[in-house]
């Protein structure tokens, strides 16, 4: 089945600069990518998602970029905030499948 | 209205209880999920039910037992758990995948304390 690996699995930065999380998949019939941001004691909430047919896809301080070949697509986000502190994670799913995979998850320190 | 509810919000329970969790949405979806998840750690899925039918099992112990009455909800009913049963259950929805990509909403979840 999909295995899906995330890191870091912990991130501190300071406000102002930018993260990057990076997840790698195995299944290579996996064809949608989404990532959620879970806040302390909050339900996940999808941040934004990108489908196999599309390399790059960004929502103003965020973007993900995704590498079919190499099977590993990253979550970028820009000019970080102390509110973009939280656990994000990363996730799996094949075209005919209601299944996510979600990778371990890394949790975004935002210092200000 | 485009929220996944869920009640109760928290439940304490002991090893011989018997109790239900439930979940609603009015969002025309079709395929709803029951989700595990421990501190810090990702959503495990249980079950999702497509069509008001349980299309996957993920080898769940039989003390959860899962239950799908119409389109909008979805119950979770727990009996004779373990104190590693506690957790948070949390419930999401989405439109019928089958070829599209659709997005998942979670619900609040219900935090779950066995004693």
């Known amino acids: 089945g999909e295995n899906v690996e995330q890191h870091p699995s912990t991130l501190s930065v300071q406000e102002g600069d930018s993260a990057v999380i990076k997840c790698t998949y195995s299944?290579?019939?996996?064809?949608?990518f989404p990532w959620y941001k879970q806040e302390l004691g909050k339900r996940p909430q999808l941040i934004i998602d990108?489908?196999?047919?599309?390399g790059e896809k960004k929502d103003q301080r965020i973007a993900v970029t995704l590498n079919k070949t190499a099977k590993h697509f990253s979550l970028h986000i820009t000019e970080t905030q102390p509110e973009d502190s939280a656990v994000y994670f990363c996730?799996?799913?094949?075209?005919?499948?209601?299944?996510?995979?979600f990778g371990a998850g890394t949790i975004l320190r935002v210092k200000s | 209205d485009t929220e996944v509810t869920q009640t109760p919000k928290h439940l304490v329970m002991g090893m011989t209880n018997k109790k239900s969790l439930k979940c609603e949405q009015h969002?025309?979806?079709?395929?709803m999920y029951w989700y595990k998840q421990k501190a810090k750690k990702p959503p495990e899925l249980m079950f999702v039910?497509?069509?008001?039918?349980?299309?996957i099992n993920e080898s769940v112990p039989s003390r959860f037992s899962p239950e799908c009455p119409n389109s909008s909800l979805l119950n979770l009913h727990l009996h004779a758990l373990q104190p590693e049963d506690s957790a948070l259950y949390l419930c999401?929805?989405?439109?019928?995948?089958?070829?599209?990509?659709?997005?998942?909403?979670f619900g609040p979840g219900t935090r779950l304390t066995v004693l």
């Open positions: 299944d290579s019939a996996s064809n949608y």
């Open positions: 039910y497509s069509y008001e039918k349980l299309s």
């Open positions: 969002m025309g979806h079709r395929a």
């Open positions: 999401a929805s989405s439109l019928p995948t089958s070829g599209n990509y659709n997005e998942q909403f």
């Open positions: 996730a799996a799913r094949k075209e005919y499948g209601n299944k996510l995979v």
């Open positions: 990108i489908r196999s047919n599309v």
